[in-house]
C-alpha cells in the first residue's frame, strides 16, 4: 500500500520524526534513530570554539544517515536571529528545510505567533522549506499557510512535558479545518499511546525527542514509538468506528438459547 | 583591536579580513558558519569582509538538537 507522507515534494515511508538531542551516548543516539525508522532528524546550531569536536562527530554520523536534515532554530526570540541562524544551517547543512522556532515565553517555550509569522514570510521569500513549530491556533496555522509554508507542526504540549494531546479539540479542528495540509505533532508527546492517538486523529506524523531520549530503554522505546505511528496510520486509513452511548451488543441475539418467550397466563384466555 | 568573538574578548591586527580572523583562531573546513553583529556572513565573503574595532561575531557548528 502506498501510503507516503510527503512533504514539500519529498516522499517519506515512516511518519516519524526524530530529534538528536538529550541521548546517554552517541552510540545510543545511533541505534535509537536507526531503531525508530525516521528519515528526518532535527539538529541545530550553537558556538563552538575551534577545538571542540563533538559537533564534527555527531554532524559525520548525521550526514551519512542519509536522513533528511531539519535544523532548526530552537532558541530564537526574534525573526532577525532566526534568519541569521536559518542562513548559517542552509549553508552548513546544505538544505532549504528549516524547523521554525520562534520561542515567545521562556517557562512553556511557547512559541510566538507574531514573530513566527513575520520570520516565516521572510524565509520563503529566501527559498527556504519552512515547517513552523507553531500552537494549535487555527488562525496563526492559517496565517502561516498564507505566507508560504506547506506544513504545520502545531504543539500537542510544551516541549519536554510529556503530556501529549493538551487541547484534542483544537488539534482536532485544525484536522478538520486544514484538511489537505500535512500536519506534524511536535513536542509534547511523552507515550507511545499519545503518538498514536495524534495518529489515529489523522495528523499526517509526529515529531519527538526527548521521549525516546530520555527513556531507561532509548533504543526500544524507538521502536515503540515506530510500531505506535505505523499503528495509528493504518488505524486511520481503516476508518475508526463512531463512538456510541448506549452499548450494542457484538454477539448475536438471535437464537440465544435459554430464551423463552414469556407466555402471559392472564386470565380470560 | 578588541572584537568580540562568541562572547569573549578578543585582539585582531587592524585592517585584517574575516578570513584572517578565522585562520588566526585556527577555524578550518567547512562545518561552521559566521554571522557579524547578527547578520549571516557566507563563506563565499569572508575574504573580502573586514572587520572594525568592536564587531560582535558568532561563529557556530552542528549540534545536536530536538
Known sequence: M???????????????????????????MRESIAASGSEIITL?????????QQGKMIWDYIRKSGCQLLPNTAGCKTPKEVIALAEMSREIFGTDWLKLEVIGDDYNLQPDPFGLIEAARELVKRGFKVLPYCTDD?????KLLDVGCEVLMPWGSPIGTGRGLMNKYNLQTLRERLPDTPLIIDAGIGAPSQACEAMEMGFDAVLLNTAIARA????LMAESFRQAVASGRAARNAGLMLKRQTASP???????????????????? | MQLLVNGEHVHFEEGKTLA???RQLGYSGETFAVALNGDFVPRTTYEKTSLTAGDNLDIVAPVVGG
Open chain 1, 2 to 28: 502506498h501510503d507516503k507522507l510527503k512533504l514539500y515534494g519529498k516522499a517519506f515511508d515512516s511518519r516519524l520524526l526524530v530529534g538528536t538531542a538529550l541521548y546517554p551516548s552517541p552510540a545510543i
Open chain 1, 44 to 52: 541545530s546550531l550553537r558556538r563552538q570554539s575551534p577545538g571542540q
Open chain 1, 138 to 142: 487555527l488562525v496563526v496555522c492559517r
Open chain 1, 216 to 219: 531507561q530503554n532509548p533504543v
Open chain 1, 250 to 269: 457484538s454477539t448475536p441475539t438471535l437464537d440465544m438459547p435459554f430464551w423463552q418467550q414469556t407466555v402471559s397466563s392472564g386470565e380470560g384466555l
Open chain 2, 20 to 22: 584572517g580572523l578565522l
